[in-house]
């Protein structure tokens, strides 16, 4: 069946740091990649996609391209926030599915 | 146009007490999906409903657990006699249909509960 892998977390990172969030799938067919993010006391919330491999799915500085060779759309950040600090979430969708399979999550702590 | 709304946002009930959870979808949604997440499971998938009809409930944990759609726009998660391990944020979350792609879910803010 269809899974998604994430980096352990916590990650905790300095403001202005680089950021990376690795994200791996196995799925048959050709999925959809999602970044959720959940802000804290917050439900999740989409922060950006991408439908076909070479996509580059991009929101608020956040960035992550789905690579199908290495299976793998990993988040990446040029120089974080306080305010980033969140759990974020990869998922896939799989086309005809009804139903997003969500990584485990990894929670961000930016410390000033 | 409001988001999905969520009730009670926090509840605290003792062991045995049934506990119902509320949820308004966005207008237009025709998909409801409630989650439910603890630090030790993460982000589980209870059940969903496509057009008010469930669809996948193989993700209610027990006979404990029942989910309704009396309404387009609206679902209640219900359980009964609740346990201490039922304790967790609970969230509603809705979408125009996922089939098509787009994969966009809509939370809601969630509920809290907890079980003594």
């Known amino acids: 069946g269809d899974s998604v892998t994430q980096m352990e977390g916590p990650v905790t990172l300095s403001e202005e740091a680089f950021l990376t969030i690795n994200c791996t799938y196995t799925?048959?067919?050709?999925?959809?990649l999602f970044w959720y993010v959940q802000y804290p006391g917050e439900g999740l919330q989409l922060l950006l996609k991408?439908?076909?491999?070479?996509d580059k799915g991009s929101n608020k500085g956040f960035e992550a391209t789905y690579r199908k060779e290495t299976t793998s759309f990993h988040l990446e950040k040029g120089s974080v926030q306080v305010s980033d600090s969140a759990v974020y979430f990869c998922?896939?969708?799989?086309?005809?599915?009804?139903?997003?399979?969500f990584g485990t999550g990894t929670r961000l702590t930016i410390i000033p | 146009d409001a988001g999905v709304i969520q009730s009670p946002r926090h509840e605290v009930t003792e062991m045995g007490q049934e506990v119902t959870l509320r949820c308004k979808l966005i207008?237009?949604?025709?998909?409801l999906f409630w989650y439910r997440q603890t630090m030790m499971r993460g982000l589980e998938l209870l059940i969903y409903f496509n057009n008010n009809v469930p669809i996948d409930d193989s993700g209610m944990p027990e006979d404990r657990f029942s989910a309704k759609m009396p309404n387009a726009s609206f679902s209640t998660l219900k359980i009964q006699p609740s346990e201490p391990r039922d304790s967790a944020v609970y969230f509603c979350?809705?979408?125009?249909?996922?089939?098509?792609?787009?994969?966009?879910?809509?939370f809601g803010e969630g509920s809290r509960l907890t079980v003594l």
């Open positions: 998922a896939l969708l799989n086309f005809g599915n009804e139903k997003l399979t």
């Open positions: 991408a439908t076909k491999a070479d």
């Open positions: 799925a048959t067919g050709y999925p959809s």
């Open positions: 207008s237009g949604h025709n998909s």
């Open positions: 979350a809705s979408s125009q249909g996922l089939a098509g792609g787009s994969g966009e879910l809509f």
